[in-house]
Antibody, heavy 121, light 108 residues
Framework: EVQLVESGGGLVQPGGSLKLSCAASGFTFSGSAMHWVRQASGKGLEWVGRIRSKANSYATAYAASVKGRFTISRDDSKNTAYLQMNSLKTEDTAVYYC????????????WGQGTLVTVSS | QSVLTQPPSASGTPGQRVTISCSGSSSNIGSNYVYWYQQLPGTAPKLLIYSNNQRPSGVPDRFSGSKSGTSASLAISGLRSEDEADYYCAAWDDSRWVFGGGTKLTVL
């Protein structure tokens, strides 16, 4: 059974940092591109960024809204992806989901349950 | 303001057929596949349609997707109460994934 489990969310002050984790199981994590998508309360989905597999040089890409502040990494030995968030703003408050992109055209087929990040003083 | 445009709401009665539209541009829908996600209240999104019109295993054939030019549609036939959810379209756009603002489907 495929599982994605996010952790690390919480309350942080504006300007602070937080690191989210996404533990994967049930599929070949090392061969998969992993993405982060967020959703503010009552709002729609927003793509945050992604990291590709080793075969694709662990290439990363980010939404303009987080570029330069957020960093995605992965540890294939632990089947875990990470989202390091720095210089957090109140508008970063959201539920953060990790999700797997299947192939090049299969879409985001599995999602974690999400972890809530609240940026507030 | 979402890159892809969806109606904020849609509704139908049990058994009816409803469609949800998604409008984009040449850089997203016009040149890439469209995906649809269903999000039930309090849960993570679920992939409903991929590559414009393909259903993942386990998704009922009541759900169908289509694309024409820079627009796409999700159709739900034989509407059921459990279809009440938020629906999002998505597509690749140049160097990023973009989503529609979501459509809240109410089953009357």
């Amino acid at each position: 059974e495929v599982q994605l489990v996010e952790s690390g969310g919480g309350l942080v002050q504006p300007g602070g940092s937080l690191k989210l984790s996404c533990a994967a199981s049930g599929f070949t994590f090392s061969g998969s591109a992993m993405h982060w998508v967020r959703q503010a309360s009552g709002k729609g989905l927003e793509w945050v960024g992604r990291i590709r597999s080793k075969a694709n040089s662990y290439a990363t890409a980010y939404a303009a809204s987080v570029k330069g502040r957020f960093t995605i990494s992965r540890d294939d030995s632990k089947n875990t992806a990470y989202l390091q968030m720095n210089s957090l703003k109140t508008e970063d408050t959201a539920v953060y989901y990790c999700t797997r992109l299947v192939g090049t055209s299969g879409g985001f087929d599995y999602w974690g349950q999400g972890t809530l990040v609240t940026v507030s003083s | 303001q979402s890159v892809l445009t969806q109606p904020p709401s849609a509704s139908g009665t049990p058994g009816q057929r409803v469609t949800i539209s998604c409008s984009g541009s040449s850089s997203n829908i016009g040149s890439n596949y469209v995906y649809w996600y269903q999000q039930l209240p309090g849960t993570a999104p679920k992939l409903l349609i991929y590559s414009n019109n393909q259903r993942p295993s386990g998704v009922p054939d009541r759900f169908s997707g289509s694309k024409s030019g820079t627009s796409a549609s999700l159709a739900i036939s034989g509407l059921r109460s459990e279809d009440e959810a938020d629906y999002y379209c998505a597509a690749w756009d140049d160097s990023r994934w973009v989503f529609g603002g979501g459509t809240k489907l109410t089953v009357l």
